[in-house]
Every structure is written in C-alpha cells, then in structure tokens.
C-alpha cells in the first residue's frame, strides 16, 4: 500500500536559519510522482514541485530545494535561509502514474519561522 | 493560471441543516475532487469525478454525496449536518491523462456545525 509520512508534526526556526522538511514514501509501484505543497494561513493549497520516480536529480528553486533519493524512499524539503513568509502547513503527497485519483498526502508538517 | 473557486471560505450551519459546498474551475478539467481536512488527520478524500455525472466514493463518503452535472462544477452535499462534520474542506481539480501534473486546489470552506 502506498503511504507517506511525515514525521515533524511541527518545527520552529528563527528567521534566516535553514530548515529541512523530511517526508519518506512507501509504494510498490516503479513510476509514480511525489509532491510538495504548501498551505499559508490563508489555506489554500499551493503547488510547489511534482518528481517523477525516473528523475532523481536534486532541484533548486530559489531558496528552495528538493532532495530525492530512492534508495531511502525519501524527499526532503529544505528552506534555506528561512523567512517569515515561509511560515505554513506543508504537506508531502505521492501518486502512482495514471491513477488521478489516487494521491496520497501526508499528514503535513507545519513550519513556524520566528522573527 | 488555473483557478479553482468556492462558493464559500466561511459557512456557520445547524445540526440537521442541509449543506452544499460549491466548486467551480476553469480549466476544463475532467478530474475533481473533495477533500475534508482535519487537524493530525491530513487530507482524506470524500469523493471524486472522472467525467460529468460521474462519481466515485473515495475513504470517507459516509454522510456525504455529490454532484457534478457540467464539467466545471463539481458540489457536496452534507444531507444531514452534523457536528463531525465541522471541518476545512478543500476542493480541487487535475487534468486526465496527465497524471502527475498535480493536482489544483481551491481556497477551502472552513464548515462549523453547531
């Protein structure tokens, strides 16, 4: 059965520090798609990066990057140089491919950045 | 951009009222779908649609039910509120045949039954 877990249910920083988001995955399938999506306090969903199984380079995107290892079943989030602004839910999820419905997400990890 | 809209961000109901959470998207998006979440509970799936009149239950239909008559719109229907059934409720879409796009999500309706 597919499952993700993240295991910080809450993690507070202060400002300009780096934070790490951990997310391990469990599935039985070779081609799926893992996510992250961030929830502000005003709770509406946001995309912020889809992998494919096939596609294990690491991303950096700003001051966000995404480390994706296999070996591990993990992808983990980190935040360099933290803001205010970053504060939020963020939630892990994963898909099999061609299955639209069926996307796992976990139970979010929310993030505090302290002025 | 693809924009998902919902008829509410706030709803106060009595126990026993009936209740219809709206959902509209832009995209023409075949996929949409109605997610309930609590806190320490995540995200669960209520229903979803793959096409117009069609549903599908997904882990949590009990007390629930949908509608979906054009493609944009996709309802729930709360036939009975209940004090349970107080939560954020998170509506969104996803093209077909793109699996992995990700999925598009609303604003969310915070329900408070009382």
């Known amino acids: 059965a597919q499952k993700v877990t993240q295991a910080q249910t809450e993690i507070s920083v202060v400002e300009k520090e780096d934070v790490t988001l951990d997310c391990v995955y469990e599935?039985?399938?070779?081609?799926?798609?893992l996510f992250w999506y961030k929830q502000p306090p005003s709770g509406e969903l946001v995309f912020l990066i889809r992998r494919n199984s096939f596609d294990e380079q690491n991303e950096i995107s700003g001051r966000y990057s995404w480390n994706f290892q296999k070996s591990t079943s993990s992808f983990n989030f980190t935040i360099t140089a933290s803001q205010v602004v970053d504060s939020a839910v963020y939630f892990c999820a994963l898909s099999e491919a061609g299955r639209d419905d069926k996307i796992i997400f976990g139970k979010g990890t929310r993030l505090h950045i302290l002025p | 951009d693809v924009k998902v809209t919902q008829s509410s961000r706030y709803l106060v109901k009595r126990t026993g009222e009936k209740v219809f959470l709206e959902c509209v998207q832009d995209?023409?998006?075949?996929?949409m779908f109605w997610y309930r979440q609590d806190p320490g509970l995540g995200l669960r799936l209520i229903y979803f649609s793959y096409d117009v009149k069609m549903k599908e239950k997904g882990d949590i239909p009990e007390g629930y039910s949908v509608s979906r008559e054009k493609k944009e719109r996709f309802s729930l229907i709360l036939e009975s509120a209940s004090t349970n059934q107080t939560s954020m409720y998170l509506c969104?879409?996803?093209?077909?045949?793109?699996?992995?796009?990700?999925?598009?999500f609303g604003p969310g309706t915070r329900l408070l039954v009382l």
């Open positions: 995209m023409d998006h075949e996929n």
């Open positions: 599935t039985r399938d070779t081609t799926y798609y």
């Open positions: 969104a879409s996803s093209p077909t045949g793109t699996s992995g796009t990700g999925f598009y």
